[in-house]
């Protein structure tokens, strides 16, 4: 099923009770500095759950950044600074006591490249499960298949698993790293560009699959393709230069934006 | 630049490329191919039944009822040899030949003691055979023949005499008779000489106490304290070096004063000319094949065998095992070390001057010559630490292979860091934004996708360990002793061997091919290592790549 923007154009057939539940993930003034750079600065936003938000923004704008941030990945780069609160599910995700084994199993993240590890589709597929302390083999098997079919991916491996990942072609690889974040069974799920390193009909065969997610999963999408945060995405988050500039709901952000400068970018007058 | 220039460019550089392999090929030809042809003559050559002699006696290994037999047949030969010189040192050797005489005389005394003869008779008696005595040694003094001539016969006309028949005094006579024979072929002025001469064709025939004959000691002579003098030339080439030395007489001449001596050769049949020695010199070399009876022998032993008198006989069994014990446990020692320092260099410390300093002495490390490892292997592990930690300080494998392993441990570090550094970062984010630790993320995604590169390290430090000699020269090589019983003795190696058979050794001069074996066998060795560390390290790069 290919979401499109006209399919976007009837909101009603969303159930509204969706739209009213508490906000999965809320960002308060939320600002990350790299060293004496910002990153971003004075975010506050909402994120709602079981549905598609698209940020989208120019290069540099810190669209990752933000993203990085809901799951602490930004932690690896040295001198990281952050202030005001950024919650998921109502946890402080810079708390100090925050668990990040946990925070990263319930945000899962997949990436702008293709990234299997070298190991079989199976071992791919289990390494987070694995992680969580799942040991049998028939249940490892259980979320391997499942995940393998939430990524629309079981059909074609199905008969390998123990085929290195790294056979697949570059749509599937991809299909698998979101087989692998669905297995630890996140709440949220954070792509950062999923598509840009694939054609035109493995990005649509994620589009479908982003579709299809967004009924059990909270999504985020960072993305330069507008058409693409138009076709998924039901909220879009326009960033630049570290600021949120506007964030509604798509068609708004794309047919009828409040600021100038979202109007600028949406048209291609800018960036 | 136009496009034909360019072309021609291009060819040029890829010429001078594809050259400069065929050349290093071709150095790599010279050196190493001199080397092993002469090493494997360590292995497959013409052995003859000197050697099979030493294999039954040295290492048990023999088809002794068929070596019996070659023996007998081979003995047989060699009779002629053995009867020639004897008849000739008869004629020539006084010393012996008086000493003879006077026991001759003091047995026949005693014998007629026994006879309960009258007093008359045994003084008559007595008197006769001290006149024989009298008149022998002094035709063997003598150096006219006229008087050898006439004592002989003197003695020899006394022969039918009844008292003597069939007491030790025939002896007189048999003597007498030989060395009139020998007399009347023999320049008496120069018998000197001709024992000389005879020594010395005795030594290169029968060996001394500390030099290998060409047949080896004569079957009723007294056991020699060294294996290499006990048996002949066991090789033919050694045999055929042997025979020239016989033939050929080697003078260092003096021929203007004042100048370098001259190396002369002449034929040393020319210095028995005439002799009962003579045929000598053309039987020694038309027999020599019966005498030797040499055969195609492949040693395969020689990798397993231990060894005789500084490698005189035997091969390189404990040097295979002490260099591979080393090797294995150097690199049981530098493998972790190296690996988890480069993970910490990579994945954990922070840049700074700290750092700095680090970078630069494990660089600098790389670069400390390997004679230093040593000193400071034997100040450190065996003089420093081995009495910390109870044990005896000497030198001994442990000691060796963490010297040698400190020694690698630079080029293993880079190797890896090198390695865990081109890891895509992409593979850590993904295992880290599954919710993995990062020491899980290195173990379990890292190292593994690292593993090629950090093979090439351990090739890399596989060859140095293997082939070191200055860092355990004082930590745990030795050159002889017993093969090791525990990692806390010292050991034989194959580096170390080779480096002492080369300075070390009168003896091992005399068998390159031994010298040459020891070589080729280090080369071998590092070889299959290597070859191991390839295959696996190409395994592993194809269960990677997914092939």
């Known amino acids: 099923m290919r979401v499109t923007l006209a399919h976007r154009e009837a909101p009603e057939s969303k159930p509204q009770a969706m739209e009213c539940t508490y906000p999965v993930i809320r960002s308060r003034g939320f600002s990350l500095h790299y060293g004496a750079k910002v990153g971003v600065k004075d975010i506050t936003m909402d994120i709602h759950p079981c549905s598609v938000t698209a940020i989208i923004g120019p290069s540099g704008c810190g669209k990752s950044t933000f993203l990085r941030s809901i799951n602490r990945m930004n932690d690896l780069i040295p001198h990281v600074r952050t202030e005001g609160l950024l919650e998921v599910d109502g946890q402080n995700v810079y708390d100090k006591r925050t668990n990040l084994v946990n925070l990263r199993q319930q945000v899962g993240m997949v990436f702008q490249k293709p990234n299997p590890f070298p190991k079989s589709i199976f071992d791919n597929v289990a390494y987070g499960p694995r992680l969580q302390g799942v040991r049998r083999g028939d249940e490892l098997q259980h979320i391997v298949e499942q995940s393998l079919r939430a990524a629309a991916i079981w059909d074609e491996v199905k008969d390998d698993l123990r085929k290195s990942a790294l056979a697949l072609s570059g749509g599937q690889q991809q299909r698998l790293c979101i087989a692998r974040a669905l297995a630890t069974r996140p709440r949220v799920l954070l792509m950062d560009e999923p598509c840009s390193a694939l054609d035109p009909i493995a990005t649509g065969r994620i589009e479908d699959l982003i579709g299809q997610l967004q009924s059990t999963y909270t999504i985020v999408i960072v993305t330069h393709n507008m058409q693409q945060a138009a076709r998924v995405s039901e909220r879009a988050a326009f960033f630049c230069l570290g600021e949120l500039i506007e964030y509604d709901r798509t068609e708004k952000i794309f047919s009828n934006p409040t600021k100038k400068q979202t109007e600028d970018y949406v048209t291609g007058r800018f960036g | 630049m136009n496009l034909g220039v360019r072309r021609t460019l291009d060819r040029v550089f890829t010429g001078l490329a594809g050259a400069s392999i065929v050349l290093l090929t071709l150095v790599l030809i010279a050196v190493l191919g001199p080397m092993v042809y002469r090493g494997s003559s360590a292995v497959l050559f013409q052995g003859t039944v000197e050697f099979r002699k030493m294999q039954r006696d040295l290492f048990r290994r023999a088809d002794r009822t068929a070596l019996a037999a070659e023996i007998a047949e081979t003995d047989q030969a060699r009779q002629v040899v053995y009867e020639m010189i004897d008849r000739f040192r008869k004629g020539i050797d006084i010393e012996a030949m008086s000493s003879e005489a006077r026991q001759i005389n003091r047995e026949y005394g005693r014998e007629l003691r026994h006879n309960d003869a009258s007093a008359d008779e045994y003084t008559e008696a007595r008197e006769v055979a001290r006149t024989i005595r009298d008149l022998l040694q002094e035709a063997f003094r003598s150096q006219d023949i006229e008087l050898i001539r006439r004592n002989v016969a003197e003695v020899l006309a006394r022969k039918d005499e009844a008292r003597f028949t069939g007491t030790v005094a025939e002896r007189y006579f048999v003597m007498a008779a030989d060395f009139l024979e020998a007399a009347e072929h023999i320049d008496l002025s120069h018998y000197h000489d001709y024992l000389v001469a005879l020594d010395e064709v005795e030594v290169i025939l029968f060996g001394s106490i500390e030099r290998p004959g060409l047949l080896g000691p004569r079957p009723n002579q007294a056991a020699r304290p060294l294996a290499m003098s006990s048996y002949g030339a066991t090789r033919w080439d050694q045999a055929q070096a042997l025979l020239d030395r016989l033939l050929w007489a080697e003078r260092w001449v003096e021929q203007e004063p004042g100048q370098p001596l001259v190396k002369q050769r002449s034929p040393r049949a020319e210095l028995f000319h005439d002799t009962a020695l003579e045929p000598l010199f053309t039987y020694v070399p038309q027999n020599l094949n019966e005498m030797l009876r040499p055969r195609f022998t492949v040693y395969w032993q020689f990798f397993l065998d231990d060894n005789f008198d500084s490698h005189y006989f035997g091969g390189v069994g404990p040097e295979l095992l002490g260099t591979l014990l080393i090797t294995v446990l150097g690199m049981l020692f530098v493998i972790p070390l190296g690996v988890i320092s480069a ?104 190292f593994p996708a690292a593993l090629p590169g950090i093979l090439t390290g351990v090739i890399l430090s596989l060859s140095r360990i293997a082939g070191e000699t200055a860092p355990i020269l004082f930590t745990g090589a030795v050159s002889m002793g017993p093969i090791p019983k525990s990692i806390f003795d010292p050991t034989r190696t194959l580096s170390y061997g080779s480096y002492d058979m080369a300075v070390g050794d009168r003896l091992a001069m005399m068998v390159p091919h031994n010298q040459y074996g020891m070589v080729v066998t280090l080369i071998l060795l590092i070889l299959v290592l290597n070859a191991l560390a390839v295959v696996l390290r190409s395994r592993v790069f194809k269960k990677l790549k997914g092939h």
């Open chain 2, 343 to 446: 993970a910490y260099l990579v994945e954990c410390a922070s840049e700074g001057p700290a750092m700095r300093i680090l970078r630069m002495s494990i660089n600098t490390l790389a670069g400390v010559p390997s004679i230093v490892f040593g000193l400071f292997g034997l100040a450190f592990f065996v003089l420093f630490l081995f009495p910390k930690l109870g044990f005896e300080p000497k030198a001994c494998i442990l000691a060796a292979s963490l010297t040698l392993a400190v020694l690698t441990l630079p080029v293993m570090i880079r190797a890896s860091e090198e390695a865990i550094r081109t890891v895509p970062r992409s593979y850590k984010e993904g295992s880290l934004a599954l919710g993995a630790s990062k020491f899980r993320t290195f173990v379990i995604v890292t």
